[in-house]
């Protein structure tokens, strides 16, 4: 006994390795009650640790009740209930037979468990349109933490308020006056990113109808979450200036809707801006049809020209029929997951009610972080510097593509992604198999479509790809799909 102990994580202390490796014995009957155990001299050769660390793992499991020393006689095991094999109850579950409807349809949607599996560690991968890790400002955001736990670390270490913590609630709800937005009659929820804001005002909805409005193609995640809640989708086509409003209005007459859900702003995953007169007809077709509009704030702040369109709230006025669901997760930094909802306060007093079911609260820490590094005016220097190094990036992926690609139709108006479209007919599924073969994948476009189409369209995400391995990865596709062409 004893003689397969051995440290398996030197950063962390010797002593609680061992605890835990004497209660996992103790609690398998290895070691029986009253049993004695070695002296923590003989211990610490059995083990090869120190006494001292011996002596500090007796101790704490003296206290936890699991062993108990006797003055002059040494440590003994405590009685610990437990039920012999013989006698334990062998409960069996078919759990695929006991799952919900809703488990089942999250599995078939689920496209990261199911979608692309990258062949090696040197694979060029367009896949991700998450922000460059390289470009964290991590000097400020350690600064950030500090300063919030200096000022109230105990308040921060308990529980929180489900609609959110208050000094980011109000700083954000400046932050999006600056956008524009009346805030009359408006209030703020603080959820952990986008995907559970979108979840809870879904699940908020009452579904009178059943379908929701969108443009097509759109974001996987909204696709799957409105799929999830019950929701029919029926994508709307769209134009280089954004969704096509007169197929919009055919919708609109042809059906009743319950809302619309639409990514104005560096669209994912087309990268289309809607244009600023296409944003006003579009809120006036909203309100003329009274359709609660849900508008997906995503990669607003990634410009990289001069031009800037005020979000769908803004036009909306003193409306209170959209609902805004903002992050910084595509801007800043993805693990602190934070997000929000702007909308009616009506709204965003049973939004409160379903976050303080589902999870209690946001992570306080996570809000107080992305409170102070805000607070501390970091976030205009930090995106200066994420547009400019994104902005070569972007130009330069969109220069490969011209020339490796010069056949597929390009959009993408900013943000971290371009979408290629090309000849009906053409299969990017097999594009991505070839070039996978070769050390390189991308997202084939139809998984963003509402329809089902879309197998001849493929997003490039550049973010995290340096530009050496941009051009390399959009030669080898560009060569590969003109060979695909020629069968």
């Not at 003329?288 to 997906?296: K, L």
């Not at 946001?362 to 205009?380: E, V």
């Amino acid at each position: 006994m004893f003689n397969d102990f051995k440290i398996q994580d030197e950063d962390r202390p010797a002593y609680i390795q061992v605890k835990e490796y004497l209660k996992r014995l103790i609690a398998k009957g290895a070691l029986q009650e009253n049993q004695k155990l070695p002296s923590t001299r003989e211990m610490s050769v059995l083990l090869a640790v120190s006494r001292n660390t011996i002596l500090a793992a007796y101790s704490d499991l003296e206290e936890e009740g699991l062993i108990y020393a006797l003055k002059g006689k040494g440590s003994y095991v405590a009685g610990v209930h437990r039920t012999s094999e013989e006698s334990q109850p062998a409960l069996q579950t078919d759990w695929s037979a006991r799952v919900s409807g809703y488990a089942r349809k999250a599995v078939e949607l689920d496209r990261m468990k199911n979608g692309i599996r990258t062949p090696r560690r040197s694979t060029i991968s367009f896949t991700s349109i998450a922000p460059d890790e390289q470009l964290f400002d991590l000097d400020h955001v350690k600064r950030a933490f500090l300063d919030r736990m200096a000022l109230e670390g105990h308040v921060l270490l308990n529980y929180g308020y489900a609609k959110g913590y208050k000094p980011l609630i109000e700083l954000l709800m400046r932050y999006m006056e600056q956008k524009g937005v009346e805030l009359e009659g408006k209030d703020l929820l603080i959820t952990s990113g986008f995907t559970e804001g979108f979840d809870i005002v879904l699940s908020a909805l009452h579904r009178r109808h059943g379908a929701v409005l969108c443009e097509n193609p759109t974001h996987q995640t909204a696709i799957k979450n409105l799929k999830l809640n019950g929701f029919d989708v029926t994508g709307i086509e769209m134009e280089h200036d954004g969704i096509h409003l007169g197929k919009l209005k055919e919708a609109l007459m042809e059906r009743a809707y319950d809302c619309a859900y639409l990514v104005p702003s560096y669209h994912n995953p087309t990268g289309i801006v809607t244009s600023p007169a296409k944003r006003i007809a579009l809120m006036k077709l909203m309100a003329e049809y009274q359709i609660p509009v849900i508008e997906d704030g995503f990669n607003e702040e990634l410009r990289y020209s001069s031009s800037h369109a005020l979000p769908l709230m803004s036009i909306g006025g003193r409306g209170n029929g959209v609902v805004y669901l903002g992050s910084f997760s595509k801007v800043l930094f993805p693990g602190l997951r934070v997000g929000w909802v702007l909308a009616d306060k009506q709204l965003i007093d049973y939004l409160e009610s379903i976050k303080r079911a589902r999870s209690i609260h946001t992570s306080t820490i996570d809000q107080a972080i992305l409170f102070q590094y805000l607070h501390n005016g970091h976030l205009d220097k930090y995106l200066k510097r994420a547009r400019f190094e994104y902005k070569k990036k972007y130009e330069w992926t969109r220069q490969c593509c011209e020339k490796y690609l010069p056949d597929a139709r390009l959009s993408g108006d900013g943000g971290l992604h371009l979408f290629l479209e090309f000849a009906p007919g053409f299969d990017t599924h097999k594009l991505l198999a070839s070039c996978s073969e070769q050390g390189v994948v991308f997202t084939p476009g139809d998984m963003f479509y509402t329809d089902g189409s879309g197998r001849n369209t493929m997003r490039i995400g550049f973010s995290r790809v340096s530009l050496e391995d941009i051009e390399e990865g959009l030669r080898i596709i560009g060569a590969t799909a003109r060979m695909q062409g020629q069968k």
